[in-house]
């Protein structure tokens, strides 16, 4: 097992380890996999599917084009209109549709980015029992689509918001009975699917809507609505967009007001003082003026400011929404701000969480109210696409821009550090990543959210790129999500090299993780060139015995190793080992780190002996320095039992194996990988020394913790099945 230490904001680094030590237990949990086995009762829900907003109308004759079946229907639907015309609720009602029906599958996944497309496929996996830890999120997404493709009888796909269609296709089932809708604004997507036009409301449609919404159908016998003449004459200002409609309903409820009334104000309202009008992208009519309406109704209310806070960071993070959990973080201690910006951190942090979980429970519920927010099936707060952008331009007009950014950059900071060990959360790392790039994209297309003085200026630049190397960070731990690590670490270590140059420790820690990121990725060479200038660049520096300087080397040489490159990961660890014993001594942490990977070097090079001998040290310190159960010392212990048996001498390491495997079920848990990988070991052992019923009984069970922790299709469970096939196969034969 390889030590990798990855380079985190404050010039600290964060240490993971690759092979068992490294790989993921699931947080989603290892659900029953449909195609393959079992099928649970009820259907499998995967993503944030919607919930209906108040006085939804679900335009019937546009679900039974959804819904149609049959022989040369195609397998997708492509739902496309403007903005603000209800593509996503009508996906969402027939979703909720097949979900109340027990359609086996209901997947929503979120498609407005690649990243964006990719985690939501690897929920998808999560849920179907299809995830790989450790393997690109692209192939995950293509067994998705395999799968669904060889079984997909009752299943529903939704892929919400489709920006680029080239990206969506290598994902979109080619063939079987799976269903899939894409909505999108753009036509392009037509050609994914049958098409599904969505249009305005009708009038009577608008006129119904304003009614039952605001309380204005009077029922008589028949139903019969209140100033039917007012209600059509502001739908028709509205231009029949259900978006628009639903915020004037909204607050023509809040207010008790006539339609007349909101028709004057709304008519009256100085959009042009607040809001840009582009001339390539127009807001649709009316609509920016009625959420205009709905926002100051709504803060207006609450002296506290938290609602406004709270709709203004939703408006900077991901338009895929935000969990709630998350937006009841609250900032943690000794946050560090550039001279002369701890008054605007200050101001940042007032009003933001000071209430709580209970204060941002009811600010939400007051968004809601007011239809600026709905929720998706897994407590996700969203907001619309047009709702953000309007309160983005108030907040800009108004001044108010740096300050909300700040707030949003705590609630950030606040989320990181609940997150937790990054390889055993990784669904959440990757949202942590999405919500960090939304916060970052939205600041580099506006000046405006510029601050207007250079200390917070400073301030600011430096927590933007502080959390995004955290997010890199932690996506490197993940050792999944590969594509969106690269794609944060190149423009990042660009824009740290611009605010600062090439030498500041954010742009080495920038180009650290780059090349934790291609190595991730598989391009080992491109890991192996900027490990190099990163290390001459510590070297140069700082020192060649600088602390900084062997953790670079160190994890050039682990690269070497990668590459096959063994005789150069040997000079370069065996280096490393002697200068940080030299500077840290033997016992320290990091130097037994380096340690182990000498001694995994010697041995890809077959230099056993020393090999042994390097892991014999190595675990002796450990012993003696942090005991004989931390998980580094047990580590080494399997380790070495794992090198001795590859020396051909099963029966010298069984007693090893045989000791610390119930030290590992001890300490870390009896289906924790290193103590399923520790056991695989020893059923090897026995398998060596012709004791196939013992092997078996190992086997069975490492195969077992295997499946259940990481998955069928992952390479330990793959080679633990493949052990244990061959043991049975032996077994049933009478050979050895």
Sequence with gaps: MDA???????????????????????????QVNLFTGERPPGPVVAGSVPQPPPAFRPRPELLDRLRATGPGVPVAR???????????????????????????????????????????????????????????LEAVGGEVRNRLEADGDRCLIVFD????????????????????????????????????????????????????????????????????????????????????????????????LRYPVYLSRLRAYPTEKYLTRPKGDPYPRGVAEAI?????????????????????????????????????????????????????????????????????????????????????????????????????????????????VAKACLLLDAARVALGEPWLNRARVRLFAQQVVALNEHVAASPGY??????????????????????????????????????????????AAAAYG????????????????????????????????????????????????LTCRNNLGVAYRQAGRADQAIAMLERTVTERERVLGFDDRLTLQSSNNLANAYMSARRYREGLAQHARTLASRDRVFGSDHPDTLSSRVNLAAAILETGRPDEALPLLEHVVPDCERKLGDEHPDTLTARGHLANCHYAAGRLTESLAHYQKA??????QLGPAHPLTVAARANLDRARREAATGTS
């Design 4 to 30: 990798d230490a990855q380079a985190v904001p404050g010039g600290q680094y964060r240490v993971t380890v690759t092979g068992s030590q490294g790989v993921y237990v699931g947080d989603h949990g290892i």
């Design 78 to 136: 492509a739902v496309t209109g403007m903005r603000g015309v209800g593509k996503t609720q009508l996906a969402a009602a027939y979703a909720r549709e097949c979900i109340e029906a027990g359609w086996r599958l209901v997947a929503w996944v979120g498609a407005e980015d690649g990243p964006a497309l990719l985690n939501g496929l690897a929920v998808v996996a999560a849920r179907l029992g299809l995830e790989r830890p450790g393997v690109a």
């Design 161 to 256: 918001n489709v920006a680029d269609p080239d990206q969506l296709r290598p994902y979109l089932p080619a063939a079987g009975h799976a269903q899939v809708i894409i909505t999108s604004t753009d036509t392009r997507t037509e050609t994914l699917g049958r098409p599904v036009p969505v249009d305005v409301f009708t009038p009577p449609e608008s006129v119904g809507f304003l009614a039952e919404r605001t309380g204005r159908a009077i029922a008589d016998g028949a139903i019969t609505i209140a100033d039917p003449e007012g209600a059509a004459e502001l739908a028709d200002e509205l231009g029949h967009l259900p978006l628009a409609l639903a915020q004037a309903a909204a607050v023509i409820a809040a207010q008790r």
């Design 292 to 404: 205009s309406l709905s926002i100051d109704a709504v803060t207006g209310d609450d002296p506290t400011g938290l609602t406004a806070d709270l709709l203004g960071i939703l408006a900077l993070l991901s338009p895929q929404g935000v969990a709630r959990d998350l937006l009841q973080c609250g900032p943690p201690a000794g946050l560090l701000v550039a001279p002369g910006a701890e008054a605007a951190q200050q101001r940042a942090a007032e009003g933001t969480t000071a209430d709580g979980a209970a204060g941002i429970d009811a600010a939400i519920g007051r968004l809601a109210d007011a239809s600026l927010v709905t929720f998706g099936g897994d407590d996700t707060v969203l907001a619309h696409r047009l709702t953000m952008r309007v309160v983005r331009e108030r907040a800009l007009h108004e001044g108010g821009g740096f300050l909300l």
């Design 450 to 495: 510029g601050p207007t003085g250079p200390a917070e200026a400073e301030a600011l630049t430096l927590r933007l790129l502080n959390l995004r190397l955290w997010a890199l960070t932690f996506l490197n731990q993940a050792r999944d999500a590969v594509t969106q690590a690269v794609a944060i670490a190149e423009p990042l270590l660009a824009d």
């Design 502 to 549: 090439p030498s500041h420790p954010a742009t080495l820690s920038a180009r650290t993780n780059l090349g934790a990121a291609y190595r991730a990725a598989g391009r080992v060479d491109d890991a192996i060139t900027q490990y190099e200038r990163v290390l001459a660049d510590h070297e140069r520096l700082s020192g060649r015995d600088h602390p900084e300087t």
């Design 703 to 708: 195969v077992t913790g295997f499946e259940r």
